[in-house]
């Protein structure tokens, strides 16, 4: 709350957006001509998590009894207090294995392309929050538990497949831990010769002897507030892919 700008709408801490209010008017034809709607409405967006928050009056969602006890059981395996201020790598990790906990409930599997691979790079970017916070072995598959009896209660099918969630994200998991150490090796010495823009070479290497997605690298450099060279990037890629 210390930003001088203090009213509604602005891109200060002042104000917390909680609620937003779509005002449904027209239908919109293929031909792009706006049509009033015969029975006007307002959509009131807020999600369970955001009421959450304000019912147990907490300032995030991840304050809330929704994130709270996967927080804590980081915080324990970690052996690291968790403080808001510095802990994103806790929130980044505690959001990621709850949305893998449920694509793999519902049949999504760790792939390299199409919804596997959404699935394979969120959790390979909390692997590397992971890192940060000094994790060195699989820890992700031992949050299923707290995430199934977080959950559980409304959706009966994690806990029925609780035991194959938490193999799948373990096998994951040592597929990339065997190589991450050495791609943030390579990524940090390629970063001593970046000024504004990485290699597009070094980030493809990086995606494909290392296992490292294109925006797990983009969000590292953003950390940094640099670009990698995704033109070059995806050069190499369709090359790849022509061969």
């Keep these: 709350f210390n930003s001088s700008e203090d009213y509604m709408g602005g891109d200060g801490d002042r104000f917390l957006e909680i609620w937003n209010l779509v005002f449904m008017q027209y239908e919109r034809s293929a031909d ?123 959706y009966s099918y994690l806990n029925e497949k609780k035991d194959f969630i938490k193999e799948q994200i373990r096998l994951e998991e040592e597929r990339f831990l065997s190589t991450i150490e050495n791609g943030i090796e390579i990524f940090n010495e390629e970063l001593k010769n970046t000024k504004e823009i990485f290699s597009g070479e070094v980030a493809f290497k990086l995606y494909d002897t290392y296992g490292f997605p294109l925006d797990l690298t983009a969000d590292m450099l953003r950390e940094k507030n640099l670009k990698v060279d995704e033109e070059k990037f995806e050069l190499l890629m369709n090359e790849q892919k022509a061969r």
């Design 32 to 154: 792009g001509v706006l049509s009033p709607l015969p029975k006007p409405s307002i959509d009131t967006g807020m999600g369970l998590e955001r009421v959450t928050a304000i019912k147990e009056g907490k300032f995030s969602n991840f304050d809330s009894s929704l994130f709270m006890p996967i927080i804590n059981e980081i915080s324990k395996l970690c052996n690291k207090t968790y403080i808001y201020e510095s802990g994103a790598s806790f929130r980044v990790i505690a959001d990621h294995i709850r949305s893998s906990v449920f694509l793999l409930a519902q049949g999504v599997s760790f792939d390299k392309e199409g919804r596997g691979y959404v699935l394979r790079r969120i959790l390979r970017r909390a692997l590397r929050h992971g890192y940060l916070l000094g994790f060195k072995q699989a820890f992700m598959y031992k949050l299923v538990d707290v995430v199934c009896d977080l959950m559980g209660g409304h």
